[in-house]
């Protein structure tokens, strides 16, 4: 997928979800929860960025142990093109957003404040 293309989806989504912007690129680096399994449910909030990260948290499955301290690893937000390409759109969503999705077409995107 080039990079047009990829911008291109998140901004859509944006759009459909009434959003400002706040686009990812390829290299960005994400937080990938370890137990990362596209064929489950995505779980994925975004914080503000920091100076290294983007600001999303991506697992799967509904809960993770917030006590777990390493249960994220960086990675950089294009490989999840390999992993779960269905997954990128949400990327350009702002801070304070949230999705829960599936490969299979399930979608809720909302906004929690206690994110900010």
């Known amino acids: 997928m080039n990079d047009n293309k990829y911008i291109k989806l998140q901004e859509e989504i944006c759009e459909k979800y009434s959003q400002k912007r706040d ?6 680096l994400i ?5 990362f399994n596209p064929s489950l449910q995505i779980n994925g909030l975004r914080h503000p960025r920091t100076e290294s ?8 499955g509904e809960d993770f142990n917030q006590e777990e301290f ?20 949400y990327l350009g969503l702002p801070a304070g957003n949230r999705f829960l999705i599936d490969s299979k077409g399930y979608e809720d995107v909302w906004f929690d404040e206690e994110l900010l």
Do not use: M, R
């Open 23 to 28: 686009l990812v690129s390829p290299d960005c």
């Open 31 to 35: 937080a990938l929860g370890k137990n």
């Open 53 to 60: 990260l983007c600001g999303w948290y991506i697992w799967s």
């Open 70 to 89: 390493d249960f994220f690893e960086p990675s950089h937000a294009c490989h999840l093109l390999d992993q779960a390409p269905f997954i990128i759109q």
